[in-house]
């Protein structure tokens, strides 16, 4: 059985950081990409970052680049998502998502989800 547990989301100011962290069970952690979707209030949850099984390349969608940055660390099975500059617009919640896609971006390629943190950044 797959668990994806996220953690480390709160409220923060806008500016400030936070950091996430996946823990995963139940899964061979290094042959799946692992990623970050969020989903705000009504709207659609959308791509953040994930890193490749394939390569181990990371890779963002443009509104995150530059200030949040993806890791995993395979021998811990645990990812991690590193957020900068947050800003009112990041508020969602975040959710840690497990594929066996190389490169995905859409929602419909996740195999499995977790079942998300809330982040929430005040102007």
């Known amino acids: 059985q797959v668990q994806l547990v996220e953690s480390g989301g709160r409220l923060v100011q806008a500016g400030g950081s936070l950091r996430l962290s996946c823990a995963a069970s139940g899964l061979t952690f290094s042959s799946y990409t692992m990623g970050w979707f969020r989903q705000a209030p009504g709207k659609e949850r959308e791509f953040v970052a994930a890193i490749s099984w394939a390569d181990g390349r990371a890779y963002y969608a443009d509104s995150v680049k530059g200030r949040f940055t993806g890791s995993r660390v395979n021998a811990k099975n645990t990812l991690y998502l590193q957020m900068n500059s947050l800003k009112p617009e990041d508020t969602a919640v975040y959710y840690c998502?497990?594929?066996?896609?190389?490169?995905?971006?859409?929602?419909?390629?996740?195999?499995?989800w977790g079942q998300g943190t809330q982040v929430t950044v005040s102007s």
């Open positions: 998502a497990a594929t066996r896609a190389p490169y995905p971006r859409q929602t419909n390629e996740v195999n499995y």
